[in-house]
């Protein structure tokens, strides 16, 4: 990463591309509080590449007036880590949708969160596939009536923080577009964790799935439906803070605050190596539907795959020099004929 | 004493075939054979076959594995036609294999290996040794598994340990037969269980007991010695062809001043390329062993994107999951080298067999109007040049380009007259560290000759640029839906590499140019189709080859190479797909001889299948 610090306006960050997504969309939000964030980062742009796949949200890269490939549908975490091993000075971030990420390349997703390869991965999950105008998501509720389940979807959506966390992933958050505070913070923790970082980030989509994320950003129901997790603080939320998570067996639970002991409420704690409680608290709410976590599940350190693998080239060439063609052309041993 | 009785004829070359079950240590045996052979100073080629399961049932046919090694005085370029020896160690790998064996040839066989039990397990009925079938052929009947057992009594080792030193007394009667040392495979022993002593003694005692037991019976004492090959002087190394493409890719990477990246699955026959590349780590290669064939070509588009040289390699199925990526590394024009180490198709067809039928595949496997350069290996030591090729064009046009091998080039031997490696060329690339115009960067202002878009490097300040697979508008590569664009960006990519004709070999003629008869090849049946050639124009038949090494485009001397002849015949290991495209590109009456049995041409068979097209 760059040394000296460098700052941008946002306009800095913005390509010479028209920005194309429907009037209303939620990646226009988005859009603006990456931009933004990464005018402050602290990283040159010609540092900094973003890799999509494809679908609405793949479209970003075009957006960023930094590097940026813009790949095949649910392949992008793998692009993405042959640009992080092969120079590990960038800084790369992946752009995807619900589809993209957890249907088409649901195996690139897990791998690349297993491996820890040094790469940011930002999921926009609305919940539907818009770019081909409306078929159910492997996110979309069951019975979700779209063109292509008209009698309702019969499957079981999958919730994206359960999977990474069960994925070995070291950074596991979730935003909402509408909150650009937390969207630059989560941005901020996902930057500075070394290693894979997933941010699944609920966005609406307004022509297809519109609303599906109303309960958390209606004014009348967020306070009661957002429970915000921040590290080092009593999960508590809802109207003064009335109701609050507790571990009870390894299990969390929602609570009336009044109810327990404050000693009983579960303080969030980011850190934790054991991702059971992670899991736990990813399992409140399977999906944005009543009090549902928000925030940075879990962030713990492990060796990185692109540190690993450089480290392993580094100690080659100290143990056995430079590799020189004509050694390497006579290892198997060779014969003269005169 | 023993040397009063010994006969030692001269003879030019010999074809060995050790088989036996996959377990037996076959390959092992030939290898080593081999590799004194080569040091002694042979021309040899060899060429390994086993089954696809790694240990199939014992005893039976289906788990028979086997070793073919062709060693001559002079310059050979296959292993072999009809074995003149075969040692089988039981009674499926005599069934498997008795049907090739030379009239008269010699048979060693593992006496103690034909019981009742592992005769049935075979499907013989009777004793192959008392029904008459062996008639023809001599035969030598070993107790290897005896001489094994009062061999390493000394030794405390178990049973199981024991015997599966009973490959040695077979190399040891070989290296008796055929005058060659022990000591090469004595130091290779001692080396390989440096930390295993008792093991290595062990072994070291089975393979003297099985030279001794050549120097005791006197059914051995007339034995046969082949002299040096009057290869041209240098320096050899032997070589298969999967180890000479990693070293190409290597040595292409260093030529080109960049790191190499080689992402890949595990499959087989393509694996030893991975396994090999990964030892090398301080030439500062990345291996990336993928989650699956998608991830392995993708992280090498991404890899390509931050200027790397790189490689996905695999096998025929890997190939069709890797298509979209191909496709898109061909739209974003960005340098690429796709390994397809072929292998019996289709499906998981024959994983561990050779054929040449994804040369069509190759050509056109990919949606959308995707023609991009098509390179392929002849031999085991030519696979070295060819991946260095590949690197070349890719990096030069900015282009994915395809290197076809097949497993007979990937695994088969032969030894190799190694290259000054300081005069071999450096490669260019397109990489840019500056703007290209006055307004800016454009990340689709080709190179005027080549055509070559430049190669902006992410860390770059100034060039930060966006590319993928949608459209892209002629000069700066944004996304552009303009009809004339896409029939002019279509055209353009078509162009790119057809002009490629102009840049690599020219179409060469072998044998008898005066001749009316033209066989023209490509990739693994070289060996074949030169020897073939070579006896023909001995014999007094006039015939002339051509090979190629690049499918896509072909040099630019093909039509009046190919003008010059009446007859055009084009063998190969698949139904007849380069005889179409040739067919297609020339307007020439090809005729072809094809075959798909997972077994490579014999020089025999060509030579007279040859000959019968030229007589009709």
Known sequence: ?338 | MEIENKTVESIPAITIRFAGDSGDGMQLVGTRFTDTSAVFGNDLATLPAFPAEIRAPQGTIAGVSSFQVQIADFDILTPGDNPDVLVAMNPAALKAHLHDLAPNGMLILNEDAFEEKNITKAGYKVDPRESGELDGYRVFQVPMEKLTKEALEEFDLPGRAVLRSKNMIALGLISWTFNRPLEDTENWINDKFSKLPEIAKANIKALKTGYNFGITVEAFHHTYVVDKASLPPGEYTNINGNIGLSWGLITAAKKADLDLFYGSYPITPASDILHELSKHKNFNVITFQAEDEIAAAAAAVGASFTGKLAVTGTSGPGLALKSETISLALSAELPLVIVNVQRGGPSTGLPTKPEQSDLMFALYGRHGESPLPVVAAKSPSHAFYAAYEAARIALKYMTPVILLSDNYVATGSEPWNLPNTEELNNLETNIVTKLNTEDGFLPFLRNVDTFARPWALPGTPGLEYRVGGLEKEEGTGNVSYDAANHQYMTDMRAWKVSNIANDIDKLELHGDESADTLVLGWGSTYGGITQAVNRLNEKGVKVASAHFVHLNPFPDNTLEVISKFKQVIIPELNTGQLLKLVREAFLVDARGINKVSGEPFTALELTDKIEAIINE
């Open chain 1, 1 to 338: 990463m760059s040394k000296i610090p460098v700052t941008y306006k946002r306009t800095d960050l913005q390509s010479d591309q028209e920005v194309k997504w429907c009037p209303g969309c939620g990646d226009y939000t988005i859009l603006a509080s990456v931009q933004n964030f990464m005018a402050e980062m602290g990283i040159s742009k010609e540092k900094i590449v973003f890799v999509s796949g494809i679908g609405c949200a793949a479209r970003f890269p075009y957006y960023m007036n930094t590097y940026g490939v813009h790949s095949i549908h649910g392949r992008a975490p793998a692009v993405a880590t042959g640009v992080s091993v092969s120079n590990p000075d960038l800084s790369v971030w992946v752009v995807s949708g619900d589809g993209d990420s957890l249907s088409i390349g649901g195996n690139h997703l897990i791998h690349a969160l297993r491996k820890n390869v040094n790469i940011k991965i930002l999921m926009f999950n609305n919940q539907i596939y818009g770019l081909t105008k409306g078929q159910y998501s492997p996110t979309s509720e069951e019975g979700k009536k779209t063109k292509s389940s008209p009698f309702g979807s019969v499957e079981m959506p999958l919730n994206p923080m359960s999977l990474a966390i069960g994925a070995e992933a070291t950074f596991v958050a979730r935003s909402i577009d509408m909150d650009r505070d937390l969207t630059a913070g989560i941005l901020e923790e996902a930057k500075n964790h070394k290693g894979s970082a997933f941010v699944e980030i609920y966005q609406n989509c307004n022509v297809f799935n519109d609303k599906a994320f109303e309960q958390l950003t209606n004014k009348e129901t967020k306070v009661a439906n957002r429970i915000n997790l921040v590290h080092g603080e009593k999960t508590v939320f809802g109207e003064d803070g009335h109701k609050a998570v507790v571990i009870r067996n390894g299990i969390a639970q929602i609570v009336d605050t009044k109810d327990v002991d404050e000693s009983e409420i579960y303080v969030h704690n980011i850190h934790e190596e054991n991702p059971s409680i992670a899991f736990s608290l990813s399992r409140l709410s399977h999906g944005p539907y009543g009090p549902t976590p928000l925030g940075v599940f879990r962030k713990v350190q492990r060796d990185t795959f692109t540190e690993e693998v450089h480290g392993q080239i580094d100690s080659a060439i100290e143990q056995k020099g430079e590799g020189e063609l004509d050694k390497l052309i006579r290892s198997l041993g060779t014969w003269d004929v005169s």
